[in-house]
């Protein structure tokens, strides 16, 4: 057994050597004087015994870093002095901090963007100079910023190179040139067809936006789908952000696979001297993927413990309207064996009981589409338009139920690590048809939530989600998610019928087209934290907290919506749905999806390798579900700030996954320590532990 943990878990043992020492020294100095503590002296002892060396480092500081005194800008242009001098105005490096010389190649590196986001097409870091003097005295220093200008090669004076000295200049675009098609170019190939678009004029512009297209073939792609995608425009000055923003946005174009700029510049001389400004020309070449695509999925279930099975045929069209819009039709079948509560138990096929079948379509615009015009959202937001449409039957045991939806989202983009998603409206409609055997044990139970549960009703709501994520993937460094939530349902029709005088129907409620609607208002966080020791070892932290209330036409959370314990992706230590709420624990022989309205939960997880693509993982979960209002089904299920902090579940386990880096096949083994559902507040049950208490959890994919 000791052998088998140090093998998973433990890493071969480091060997001393003088010369990794000496460079560490090396390295522990050039860093003190990186950030301004000139004169440090760095040393090590090396103390040997029982064939182990102890390496202890003595580090010696000045009492103070150099402190810049002050910051001059140097430039023999005139123009370029006034430009850098305008950009280092925002600049952290100013006079009375200590020096740093990691800040001083961040500002080298933020202000060739900036000239370059200026039109200084060929400027770059070779041009950037810092010249320190350190002889002022009181361990202060001068820091210059030199700009040096550009140079060309004229010839040889005996055996010393002669160089000419030229200017910085800038750049504004001139022609713009679209290849839609440019993986049909070929060199005997010219192309055979131009088409000049003329895009609407911005504010007082005076030169026409004119973009030109070059293609051989039908052109299959609207000008202004393209345009959208183009941040810069004819007669604009060259902007490096512009091109970023251009490139990320036609990559984004699920037509395209290949996306290149190029520019040029022209030979046509200034076309004004004052402003010292040259002509580019860019050359966008597109290479375009296939239009159609099919795909098949299919994947193991394992839900709370009953086990199945699922496909999905997937239809793709990635230009469906000439414009880069992505049609996607995905058919779905799945088969389950499910518990029956009120109807025997009996297989439909092989060993299953439990069957579902669906459609679902989307349309997704790669711009606004709404009442506002487009251009009224800025590009680099990249919006997105999305109209989804779907159809799901499912045939269990004890019922049979049929869900329609639709809905309209947008998604914005700030950045690479930040999305909004905003659905102003959505609808869903839950119909369904229990069996008299179940339909019976639902009205014997004196519990308005759960036969509201296995009625029909109908959920029309709006939602907003922010999610943030720094993964940047193939790098290894620590990164951070977060993943705001909030859904209000109901309100709008609820205020209709009140303001209307609607009358209401015989159980109290509102509806729409007959159907109950409800109501309700639900929020979440869920922040994780990710610190990775190396490629393959990674300590992930998750905290997940949120709370839903219904109200007005709804006295309890639809099913759908409510929060749950336990399962393979929280509470391992509990099967999906047995956990909470609180400390009820169950009585008699029956028991019942357990739902919650507030929710509390943090999970850690150590990841680690054991050999090849199988992985490990150990493991704690804490948490629980509680309710809003007190419920007589569920006793001490209600949620008390007093006492709250004593129900948290607690469990312990370790993993095993099988990582293919494109899935994930995961088995999670959990064993409750502290379990609130306990009588006479016997908590604690790792003592009566067991083999068969262990939770056995499958499931694809990390769980978070």
Known sequence: MKQWVRRIAGRPPALFDYSQADASVRNLSRHLNNIGYFGNKVSYNVKVKNKKARVIYNVTLPQKPYIIRDLTIESEDTLVQQIVAEIMKTSPLVPGIPYNFYLLDQERERLVKEMRNQGFYYFSNDFVFYEIDSLIGNRQLDVHLQIKEPRQFVGMSGDQPVYRKLRHDRYAIRNIYVYPRFELHTEGNPWSDTLIYEAPRQHNDSIPNRLFFLYSDKLRIRPVALKHAIYFSRGSLYNFSAVENTYKSLSDLPIYRYVNLEFSATDTGEIDNQKRLRWLDCHIQLSRTQVHGVSIETEATNTGGDLGISGNLVYQNRNLL?????????????????????????????LFNTYETGIETSLTF????????NDYFPAHLKPRTSFSLGYNYQDRPDYRRYITNAGLTYRFRRNEFSEHQLTPLEVNAIKIYATPEFQALIDSIDDQGIRNQYSNHLIPSLRYSYVFSDQVLGKVKNFRYFRLYFESAGNLMYLYNKLSGVKQNEEGDYTLFGIRYAQFV??????????????SHLLAI????????????????????????????????????SLGPGNYSPTGGRTYNRMGDIQLETNIEYRF????????ALFTDLGNIWLVRDNPLYPGGVFNPGRFYKEFALDAGMGFRFDFTYFVFRLDAALPILDPARPGGEYYVLPRARVSSFVWNFSIGYPF
């Open 322 to 350: 000439r414009g880069g819009e992505l049609l996607r039709l995905r058919l779905r079948g799945a088969a389950e064996m499910q518990k029956a509560f009120g109807t025997p138990q009996q297989n439909k096929l092989f």
């Open 542 to 577: 998750r905290v997940f907290g949120g709370i839903a209330v219904p109200y007005g036409n709804s006295d309890y959370l639809p099913f759908e919506k409510g929060f749950f314990g336990g399962g393979a992706n929280g509470m391992r230590g509990w099967a999906l749905r």
């Open 609 to 616: 390798p054991i050999y090849g693509v199988f992985r490990g």
């Open 366 to 373: 790669p711009r606004f589409i709404g009442p506002a015009r």
């Open 522 to 535: 639900k929020t979440s966080f869920d922040v994780r934290f990710f610190r990775m020791f190396d490629a």
